[in-house]
């Protein structure tokens, strides 16, 4: 689905339609919730390129994106963690 957007994004380009604050807010919106942090920083680096300056709370998305993503990271090695123990208890 965000390659359909990222495509729709380039084809406003291409017809020389400027992207605004609204749609670049919602394409970095949905890729953080995605987890697409990387594709997020990109689309956040060529919005910069365009003129059109982040707001805070578009800065505070990709803050929150890689604050969960770093807890999932977190919580996936804890569990895994668990897990050994587990093992090794009925060993």
């Not at 965000?2 to 380009?13: F, G, N, R, S």
């Not at 505070?60 to 604050?67: K, T």
């Not at 993503?69 to 897990?83: E, I, N, V």
Request: overall charge negative.
């Amino acid at each position: 689905m965000w390659a359909q957007a990222l495509e729709l994004l380039e084809t406003m380009v291409s017809e020389h339609q400027k992207p605004n604050m609204i749609t670049y807010s919602t394409l970095i919106n949905g890729l953080c919730k995605e987890g697409k942090l990387q594709e997020a920083v990109e689309i956040l680096d060529r919005m910069k390129l365009q003129g059109v300056k982040p707001d805070a709370g578009l800065c505070g998305e990709i803050i929150n994106g890689f604050c969960d993503y770093a807890s999932s990271r977190r919580l996936q090695t804890s569990l895994m963690r668990l897990s050994s123990l587990e093992s090794h208890q009925t060993d």
